[in-house]
């Protein structure tokens, strides 16, 4: 069937939160490292914790936004949840995170250069 400009729309609109997405990651990353006194590393933690709830809900809805358009396939890797931070939050926590995110806008891109199509 032919790809409607809603479903096309509405993909790239997700991509798009999904690259802001990791560019926040990656400034909330650079804190951690600037970050040492004990009330300061918690603000970094809670800062990862409101980050990987909003991409648990953006993967959440892509998933069933992506089953109500016919796309079971394509939905199956947003069924997944992201990665949660340990409760000291380290390097590859941001970067386990940063690789669901990235791994999901690429599969966006490719589903947008494929010209994914209505069912």
Do not use: C, N
């Amino acid at each position: 069937m032919v790809e409607t400009a809603e479903l096309r729309a509405w993909l790239q609109d997700e991509r798009s939160w999904g690259v802001r997405a990791g560019a926040i990651l990656a400034r909330q990353r650079r804190r951690l490292a600037a970050e040492s006194s004990g009330l300061d590393r918690f603000a970094v933690r809670m800062a990862l914790v409101e980050l990987t709830g909003s991409v648990s809900a953006w993967a959440d809805g892509l998933h069933r936004g992506l089953l109500k358009w016919g796309q079971s396939a394509a939905a199956e890797p947003f069924a997944l949840r992201p990665p949660f931070a340990s409760a000291e939050p380290t390097a590859e926590d941001y970067e386990r995170i940063g690789d669901y995110l990235a791994e999901r806008v690429e599969l966006l891109g490719a589903l947008l250069a494929a010209g994914i199509s209505e069912q």
